[in-house]
């Protein structure tokens, strides 16, 4: 078998094979190296590992960061969930690990993250902080609906009440989406990723991503990102404004994405990672959800601690407290000049 760089050319192979391969993610078809490019400039690498016959065996997408904020680092995949290495075969993946170091060692990489749902086992460190909640869906919205507790059908109804309203579509809902993300981000402290982010994202995959935007009257106060891949549909972005939460338009938008997926055949929501324990794991846990490990793994070029790049680091603390306090306006514009640092 041989490893090598993919491209373009590729694509249909790839589509192949990641479509059929039960380890594969969202995040491993080949669009996704193309939005990033364009997105945050960043050079990506999509290795391919194939049979002596040309058969594909197994990808690896990756993306290079010279951080200015955390140095000289590969991921798979960065900004996104999920990623990492997608191989049926433990020779395999160990073949894609080895050119993976190779080319981190020519560009002189600090270290390799690899978002994997499934842990290696051979002897990498890894971080297990983070769950993916999950949800398996009936074939209705109608049932989905007839399952959920009382209580949480109340706070289904509460906003309902209130008028508010509900539009999923596309490019459409753009506006309102980033607008309500972007005031989301600020308050949390957080860069926003560039508007035109989502906007490739909705160009490169016309066919299974959506906005759902929950409105007052005609103010847009909730909104959420879906993606599609295979059975499942994920929302990996989703945003409220804090004045409106007490009348429980995230319960309305939870609700309608859900009922959404149904009506389209998804059989699995995925609310999205979450650290056990937190609001927002409990949040998605009184839906049903359940949680699934993510394992991060990490090949170092040099003996020391895991990476910490999260708030916990103290390079993160400092600056979030700062970010709070930017009007929305210069926090669009100067968030993704930062964020395209922060993988």
């Not at 669009?31 to 945050?40: A, G, M, P, Y």
């Not at 040309?54 to 140095?71: D, E, I, R």
């Not at 002897?123 to 007839?146: E, H, I, N, Q, Y």
Request: include cysteine.
């Amino acid at each position: 078998m041989k490893v090598r760089l993919a491209g373009p050319q590729d694509i249909p192979d790839i589509d192949r094979f990641v479509g059929n391969n039960e380890r594969s993610s969202a995040y491993h078809d080949y669009r996704w190296i193309t939005v990033i490019e364009k997105s945050f400039g960043h050079k990506c690498y999509y290795l391919v590992c194939e049979e002596p016959d040309g058969t594909m065996a197994g990808t690896l997408p990756m993306v290079h960061l010279k951080s200015l904020l955390f140095g000289n680092l590969l991921v798979s995949m960065p900004f996104l969930n999920y990623g990492g290495v997608c191989a049926d075969h433990p020779a395999v993946r160990d073949l894609l690990i080895d050119e993976a170091i190779r080319t981190a060692k020519d560009l002189g990489a600090d270290h390799i993250e690899f978002r994997q749902e499934r842990p290696f086992d051979n002897g990498f460190p890894v971080k297990t902080l983070k769950v993916s909640m999950r949800l398996g869906l009936p074939a209705s919205g109608t049932d989905l609906w007839t399952s959920l507790p009382s209580k949480l059908r109340s706070q289904i109804r509460k906003p309902q009440k209130e008028g508010m309203t509900v539009r999923i579509a596309r490019s459409e809902e753009l506006e309102n989406f980033y607008r309500i993300f972007s005031i989301n981000m600020r308050d949390l402290g957080t860069p926003v990723y560039p508007k035109h982010f989502f906007k490739y994202i909705l160009d490169h995959f016309p066919e299974n991503s959506w906005i759902c935007t929950v409105s007052a009257g005609k103010t847009p106060v909730a909104s959420g990102f879906l993606l599609g891949f295979k059975e499942k549909l994920e929302i990996p972005w989703a945003s409220s404004i804090r004045e409106y939460n007490r009348l429980g338009p995230n319960m309305l938008l939870y609700w309608s994405c859900l009922e959404f997926a149904c009506n389209r055949g998804y059989r699995v929501f995925d609310f999205g990672r979450s650290t056990v324990g937190e609001s927002t794991y409990k949040f998605k846990e009184q839906w049903g959800a359940v949680p699934h490990p993510m394992y991060w793994h990490y090949w170092m070029a040099s003996e020391g601690p895991m990476p910490e790049i999260n708030p916990r680091n103290a390079k993160y603390r400092f600056a979030i407290g700062l970010w709070k306090k930017l009007p929305v306006p210069v926090a669009q514009v100067f968030g993704p000049r930062i964020v395209r640092n922060i993988p």
